[in-house]
């Protein structure tokens, strides 16, 4: 039953302030339409609490917890989000300068300094996405260099061992055939760290050349100040892949 509130005469609020529907009486509903709403208002309740996502046909709901996302397979609902759906996107971007000096053949330990990125994965089944652009030169004519990604302390997305070989993420087999030279390396990789803690992502760069060298990033090794060379950023990007 609907309420059936009728406007009876006046309508003006009284001079006092006090409450029209009381004076003069200009609103009325009888005790029975009250009656009657409350009526509905139980049965609509009691309607809606028994039909949720479970009551409903070829409904498949396993147990939730915190941070699930509600998903239709085509046959069921079901928790959590197709594999390979993006959940979160962590990027930083270095536009300042780096320098390590650096022995032959020798890959740094050291992370370079404003080029991390830190994400926490949503599940251990969840993949990392990791994405490296790095600008790098070297001090010597045809010096050598490249980088490995690292994933805390550990080198991740390199090659297998294979003799005095390095085992690198990236290289470029000149990085400064002239001194004002920068060369851009790029690399992605599919990480499955199986952790639900947070996790530091970085690289580490690397001197190819023959002897002790200064590797830079985001500059060259002469580093000329004039509108014909720039000092372009870095940039890693991670991206959590549902498993």
Known sequence: MAISITNLSGGNTPADGSDPRTFPAIWNATATDLEGVATDLDTLEATVGAH??????????TT???????TYN???????????????????????TYSESLGTGVTSTNVVTGLTATITP????????VRVSVHLSNSTQYGEGGFVIRRGATAIGIS?????????????????????????????F?????????IVYGISVHNGDTQTETVYVNRSSA????????NPPSVITLMEVAG
Do not use: C, H, M, Y
């Open 223 to 230: 580093n000329i100040n004039s509108s014909r060379f720039s």
């Open 64 to 70: 939730p917890v915190e941070g699930d996302l509600l």
């Open 74 to 96: 085509g046959t069921s609902w079901v928790n959590g989000v197709p594999a390979g759906s993006i959940l979160q996107v962590v990027s930083t971007t270095k536009t300042d």
């Open 160 to 188: 297998d061992a294979s003799g005095s070989r390095p085992r690198l993420s990236a290289q470029a087999g000149v990085v400064s055939k002239n001194s004002s030279d920068v060369v851009l390396l790029s690399i992605e």
């Open 52 to 61: 949720d996502l479970n009551s409903l046909s070829g409904v498949g709901i």
């Open 122 to 129: 949503s599940s251990t089944d969840s993949k990392i996405l």
């Open 190 to 198: 599919l990480d499955s760290p199986a952790t639900t803690s947070e």
